[in-house]
Structure formats: C-alpha cells, structure tokens
C-alpha cells in the first residue's frame, strides 16, 4: 500500500508558554522549541505500522520551507520511507483551503491508496484532511482511532462523544485523519536521527506542482488572521499565595467547606 | 445578506445542546436574519425534534429517509450540497459530527470555512469578524472571512448562550431526495459503547484529576495517595489516556466521560474546552499547575501554582495528620 502522511512543524505547547508578540501581530516565536505535531506522529506511526502488516511505502510531505523540513527528517527517523517538501514563497499565508490546495497537487502527482493527516495542529481547526478529500472527491473519516485493512476497503474506528466508537467500511483510495491514542508511537533517538540527516529530500513548489498561485497563499485566502490577543476572562482562579505550608491550610480549610473533604 | 442556515444534531428525540446556540449565534451574524434549521434522520423521533425545533426557528426543512438514520456525515454533506442555495451561510456545531462534515461541505459549496469559532463579533459587507483560540487555547485571535460566496462556520459548543425565547411559532417542511443522489464510498456500521472500567468516575463527589504535569506513570501514585487522604476518586485528561497509563474511563472530556463531582482538583492540566466540556454542574474547581498561563486558572476557583510532584504529596501529608 503506498500512504501519504501530511505532516506539521509546531510550536509544542507542551514545552513552551505561548504568548503573543509585542504588537499582537504573532505569537512570541523567541526561544520556541518546536515538534512534530503530536497527531501526525500518531499517523506516521500507523502509516508503518500497516506497511509493516500488508507491505507498502509510507511518505511524509510537508508545506513548509528548508527550516520547518526537519519535520521530514523526524518522521523518516521514525521509519517512513521518502519525504517530500513542498516550497514556494506564493504558499506563505495560505489558510486551511490553500494548504489544502497545495496537497492536492502533491497527492495527484502520486499513486497513494491511503492519505493520513492528524486530527487538528496548532491552531486546533482540524480542516485540512476534510477539505483535500473533497477537493480529490476521495471519502473522508475524521479523529480515526482504529484502522483494519481488508483488501481494498478499510474498517476504521471514529472516536465519538462520550469515548464511543463510530465503525465505518471506508473504500480506499481515501483521507483519514488521525486521533491520538489510536497506537503507541516509537521513540526515535538521536542516532535515528543522525542517520537521516543528510538524505536528500525532494522539493515541489507552484510550477512543478503546476497550481494557480492566485488559489494559494494570503492571494487566495478567503480567511485571514487579523491579530493574537489574550483575551480577558473576568476574574479568573482565586490565586492561593504564601508557602506550601500556607496554601495547603487555606487550601484544606476550603475543600472542607466545599464538601471536598469531611 | 445571504440566508443562514443551522445544521441540527440530535438524539433519541431531543435535540443537541448547540441548537439554540446555534440559533444565537446566527442571530449575532445578523440579527434580523430569518434562520432556517435543517434537520435529518428518519422515524418518530426526527418528527419530535423537528416540531420542537419550530417553536425556536421560523423555518424548519426535516429529510425524513433511511439513508439518514445515522447521520454519517459523507451521506449529510451529500444531501447539504443537494439543496443548499448558492451562498448560503451555514452553520455547525464544533463536535465529532461537525468536524467530520464542514470541511470538505465548504469546498464542496466553494464557500469559506470557518472552524472552531468561539465568538462572533461583526458583519461588515461580505466581510465577517470572529473570535477563534489557538495554541491549546492559550491564546486567541480576530478572523477575518470573505463570505461573499457564502460560509461553513463551525461553532463550539458552549461559546454561546442559548437563544431560549421561543419566539419563532415556525413551520416544518417535509423534504426529500433521490436515495441515488445520496450514494458514498463510506458505509456506518455500528457503535462501540465505551467499556465500564474499573471505577466509575461519574459517581464519585471529588476527583483527582491529573494530566501531562504527572511527567511519568511512576508519578500515577502521588494522585492515587492524595486521592485516598481525601476519599476521592482518580480521573485524567486525554494524554494520560493516550500514554496508556489510566483505562479510558478516567477519562474526563467530550470525548470521555461527563461528570458532576462537588468538587474538581485539576492536577497538571491545561484545560482544553474538550476537557472541560466533560466537567458539568459547576463543581468547586482547583487546578494546581507549574505553569501559570495555563487556560486551566481562567475556569477554576482556586489556583496554585506550583508543581504537582511536589504539592501533592505534601498536601496528602497534610490531610493525613489532620
């Protein structure tokens, strides 16, 4: 089975405060440290783990520029196959439907039975797998946290509310996006990462994937960021001060008149 | 101003919380627009859905089929570009079903998505201002979309306060399509409930509930402690689930289980909306969390900053010599 995984280089929150800029014009981008998208790993991990299972090739493409292609190189130490990143200074300020559009051209230059993307990245709109599937006119299944391949169908798992399970049969050639959860991605050590760090990885932009880059970047976007801001949410927690000691009476004292403590 | 249309989900007859919300926030688009509410499935309970619905919209259209017993959202995005009108603005709430539907619905309508949308401020011409979060939420920002060929905008659920004024006495609509033209390549087969598990979360007055600042499965015990000091029940958010460190039905969040403790000490959790979409009845909240820009101190009563694998075992300390 030949699978195309889309993948993202961002900001981890779980290793960065996140703050916006001076100006509100970005987010305070200083000292970053950045990380595969956590999702995506998961879908690379699954990529392999079903090429492991019935054979096949597992790539990984970007959009994205020389710097951000370290996402590639993550996820081939991982164990995908090829990598692919697709550049061009029309793609900057693209919104979801321009991302969408250049993964489009990538997917048609290809022969892939199977496209995964990660549920959502860092600004948590989980668009993109949903609109390249429409834009190929491929079915779509969305938060994917079970995959069974059986011969050109797959039975895959939604997860739903309540920790429920949407089954579905779903023909392939197909998009899914991925949930955590959905398997255990391996860790990759710095000398995985060593061995794939100088693999030549090929570059695509607007004239070899033959797009209208009127339909691409912050030209063709229909949806536009206008700034960041935090926003002010009243009052907020009741911040406990003092030593650990200290906040730890008052703390008691408060579970006991909340019923948090007999 | 084009019309504006509110895609409504429902179950075992009643619909889901976002319908009037839904309602709101169109009304927040346009305050004068005449909302129309579109409701799918099939039997008696879409009839009791669709009658309820007509006392809050002035126009409901109800697609009473087989085919859309299930709402399986490649055969509703199907039907949708059926007979949606060119430019229409429709809405969506922001849940599994929405985020399954409205990306590929707006391409498939050539209109703008909007996803996740938390607040909607301005109409100005084609040009609409809303309020998205990013980063986990730990920062927001202004959109701007061009909806002169009409929108897809995914609302979450809880942004907006609910339109309850019943001043609609609408009519329902019965609609249908060809079966043929709502043929796709993705077939539902059944839900998996969720499994019991070995504690039920939702029965217990207090939860310890930890996420990603318990760092290592070997910490789980520091919850556990505190828990049992306090005659409380252990619960986690998603990454703990994920880890496979707790069963799934620890899981507190929209995509685990909704509970109603009297009181919630969040232990190293940021507080995503689908965590806290799982918390109901306004429990006593106290998060504990090392870093203080967490979205987690906005919703709690109580916050302390501090690193949980050091405050919590001196807090079990504590509770144990009392």
Redesign the interface.
Known sequence: MEILVCVKWVPDTAENEIEVNRDGSDIERDDLVYSVNEWDNYAVEEAIQICDKVGGNVTVVTVGDEETEEVLRREMAMGADNGLLLHDDAFDGSDGRGIATVLKAAVQKGQYDLILTGAQADDGAAQVGGMLAAMLDYPYASLVNKIEVDGDTLKVGREIEGGNQEMNAIAMPCVLSIQTGINEPRYVGIRGIRKVASVEIPQQGVDTLGIDAAMVGAIGARVKRLDYFVPDLGEGAEMLEGSNEEIIAKLIELLKAKGGLK | MADIYVYITHKNGVADDSALELLAAAHKIDASAAVTAIVTGSGADLDKVADALAASYPKVLKFNQVALAYP???VVRKLLVNILPANAVVLVPH???G??????????LDS?????VVDIEALDGSDL?L??????G?????????IA?GAVINVRPGSFAPDESQSASGSVEDKSVDDSDLK???????????EMGDVDITKS??LVSIG?GIEDEENIEIADDLAEA???VVSCS??I????WLE??R?VG?????VKP??Y?ACGI?GSFQHMGGIKGSP????INK?I?AP???????????DIL??LP??TE??KA?
């Not at chain 2, 985020?99 to 498939?108: A, E, F, N, V």
């Not at chain 2, 689930?241 to 496979?244: G, I, L, Q, R, S």
């Not at chain 2, 006593?284 to 998060?287: L, N, P, T």
């Open positions: 399986n959202a490649e849940d599994t079903f985020m399954d539907l409205s990306p590929g619905l707006s391409i498939k703008t998505f909007v996803a996740d201002k309020i998205r979060q990013e980063y986990a730990m920062v927001s920002t202004h959109i701007s979309a061009d060929k796709v390549q993705r077939t539902f087969l059944e839900v998996v409930e969720a007055d207090v990603r306090l005659g409380a998603r990454p689930v994920d880890a496979k799934k039905s899981q929209t995509s685990g289980k909704t009297k009181v000490i940021s006593f909240i106290v998060a870093n820009k987690i101190f906005q919703v709690a009563d109580v916050g302390i900053e501090a050091d405050f001196e807090m504590a509770i009392m």
